[in-house]
C-alpha cells in the first residue's frame, strides 16, 4: 500500500534552524515535492527531489533518501513569515500525488 | 516561475445552483490538471484528473455527474459543481503539471484556490 507521514506541528525560534521529516511508502515512485501552505491559502511549490541527495535553494534545502522512503526539509535562519503548514507529497507510478497531513510551523521571536 | 490562475476566488451561491469554476496555466501548456478540495485544518483531497482532450478521471467517492469537469484546451479546465449544496461548500485548488518544469523537471503548480461558500 501507499501512506506518507510528517509530524503535525513544529515550533521553532526566529534565526535558528528547523529540519521537517516526512517518511513515504510505496511501490511506484515519480519524486518527492515540498509545499508551503499559508492558512487560507494554496500551496506553493518549495522543492521536488527525484534522486537521492540534498538540494539546496536559498535557505530551504530538500533531502531525499529513496532506499529509507525519508525526505525532510531544512529551513534555515528562520523568519516569522515562515509560520505555515509545510506539505510533503510523492508522486507515485500513475503521476498521481500523495499528500502528507502537513506540518504546522510555529516560529517563536 | 510557472504561473496557474483561477476564477473565481470567491464565489457565494444559493442552494441548488450551479457554479463554474476555471483553472488556467499562464505561461505553460498543461496536458494535465486536477482538482482538489480542502476543507478546513484538512490536508488536501483529490478530487479528480483532468487531461485535455478526454474524459476526466475521478477519484473512489466523488460523483462525476455533480462535479463536471471540461478540458478543452491546453490552458483551461474547468470545474462545474452542479446543484450545489451547504455541503459543498470548500476551498477548491486546481494544479497543472508542467512537464518542463524549472530545471527541466516535471513540477505541479498551483492555482490560488476558490472559496465556495453554499448558503
Known amino acids: 500500500g501507499q501512506n506518507i507521514d510528517q509530524p503535525t506541528e513544529m515550533t521553532a525560534t526566529e534565526g535558528a534552524i528547523v529540519q521537517i521529516n516526512c517518511t513515504y511508502q510505496?511501490?511506484?515512485?515519480?519524486?518527492l515535492f515540498w509545499y508551503q501552505q499559508h492558512a487560507g491559502e494554496a500551496p506553493t511549490f518549495l522543492s521536488y527531489?527525484?534522486l537521492d541527495g540534498l538540494e539546496e535553494k536559498g535557505r530551504f534545502s530538500s533531502f531525499l533518501s529513496r532506499s529509507k522512503g525519508y525526505s525532510y526539509l531544512l529551513l534555515k535562519e528562520l523568519q516569522m513569515k515562515d509560520s505555515a503548514s509545510y506539505l510533503c507529497?510523492?508522486?507515485?507510478?500513475?503521476?498521481?500525488?500523495?499528500w502528507g497531513a502537513g506540518t504546522k510551523l510555529i516560529i517563536k521571536p | 516561475g510557472a504561473v496557474v490562475s483561477q476564477h473565481p476566488s470567491w464565489v457565494i451561491c444559493k442552494s441548488g445552483t450551479s457554479v463554474k469554476i476555471e483553472c488556467r496555466s499562464l505561461?505553460?501548456?498543461?496536458?494535465?490538471m486536477f482538482w482538489y478540495r480542502q476543507f478546513p485544518k484538512q490536508s488536501l483531497m483529490l478530487m479528480a484528473t483532468?487531461?485535455?482532450?478526454?474524459?476526466?478521471?475521478?477519484e473512489q467517492g466523488v460523483e462525476k455527474d455533480k462535479f463536471l469537469i471540461n478540458h478543452a484546451s491546453l490552458t483551461l479546465s474547468t470545474l462545474t459543481v452542479t446543484s450545489a449544496h451547504p455541503e459543498d461548500s470548500s476551498f477548491y485548488i486546481c494544479?497543472?503539471?508542467?512537464?518542463?518544469?524549472?530545471?527541466?523537471?516535471?513540477?505541479?503548480?498551483f492555482g490560488p484556490g476558490t472559496r465556495l461558500l453554499v448558503l
Open positions: 483532468s487531461n485535455e482532450g478526454s474524459k476526466a478521471t475521478y
Open positions: 505561461d505553460f501548456q498543461a496536458t494535465t
Open positions: 494544479s497543472a503539471r508542467d512537464l518542463a518544469g524549472s530545471a527541466g523537471r516535471e513540477t505541479q503548480y
Open positions: 507529497a510523492f508522486m507515485d507510478s500513475n503521476y498521481q500525488l500523495i
Open positions: 510505496t511501490s511506484g515512485f515519480n519524486g
Open positions: 527531489n527525484v
